[in-house]
């Protein structure tokens, strides 16, 4: 951490009443101690999205969830073949049997998003793959 990470400077802003009185809403649904840090965390929120989606060798966290059917389609094969393909990504993987036909399993992720994102269409896109997601966060 740089010494300016350490400094707080204040700023103004201007905001039409509906649009503060909305911010404020949000910040008392979500917990937020004060508006600073509901802008605080807006702020760094999207800032850390823009540089996911503009660098692709950004080193990310995250993990991909999804249920699957496991009967039929080969998916269960599909998915260990996938996972090997690209296992210098995962860290780990966890299983759970949800119902007799259905199961749901959660990979986590350390590495490149450009190579994450790729990891996680090649999973989503198999037949027997009902619903997923990915979510990823900077690694530092
Ligand atoms: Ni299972």
Redesign the pocket.
Known sequence: MTENNKVVTRTGISLEIALLTEFDEWLEKKGFPNRSEGIRYLIREKLDQEALLTNPDFIVVGSLTYVFQ?HGFDC?LKLIEIQHDFEELIISTM????THD????TIFLKGKQIKIRKLAESILALKGVLKGQLYLAPAD
């Not at 299983?95 to 949800?98: D, G, P």
């Open positions: 496991h269960t299983h759970a049997h949800i259905l199961c749901l399993e």
